[in-house]
């Protein structure tokens, strides 16, 4: 996402430190989760406090995202509008899936925390799009 934001503003630094202070909390929760899991109690709560601190950061995340690109106003002249919006699209999707592991992690919590992990991997990876883009570049 900074790769493509080039400017700041009042706003968008406010933002920023709301989604910041999201990710110091993590720590915080990470460590509630791994207690609750070596002692066996409170597993449920802890997911869902974890997951529901992962779906606040990624609804941090994406006001940051949409204010930058809001008209262009932030980003870079590189990033072509339709990139943008795609890259929007894709960010979009992690609150929503967040808040579903959180909600399947409060019921089963095995299940969040699968779900949690598919998401790792989801954001890590290269969309294919991108990959394949790549790919295509490179010769054989």
């Not at 202070?21 to 609750?36: Q, R």
């Not at 089963?108 to 925390?113: K, W």
């Amino acid at each position: 996402m900074f790769e493509h934001i080039l400017r700041a503003d009042r706003v968008f630094i406010f933002i920023h430190t709301l989604l910041l202070m999201d990710v110091v909390f993590v720590p915080f929760v990470t460590g509630v989760l791994a207690s609750a899991l070596r002692n066996g109690e409170g597993e449920r709560v802890a997911v869902a406090l974890y997951g529901g601190t992962l779906a606040v950061g990624g609804v941090f995340f994406n006001a940051v995202w949409e204010y930058a690109r809001r008209h262009h106003r932030l980003l870079h002249d590189g990033i072509r509008p339709a990139d943008a919006a795609a890259m929007s699209r894709r960010f979009l999707l992690g609150p929503f899936l967040y808040g579903a592991g959180t909600a399947l992690g409060a019921w089963l919590p095995a299940l969040g925390l699968a779900v949690f992990g598919f998401l790792i991997l989801f954001y890590w990876l290269p969309p294919l799009s991108r990959s394949r883009d790549r790919t295509a570049d490179t010769p054989a």
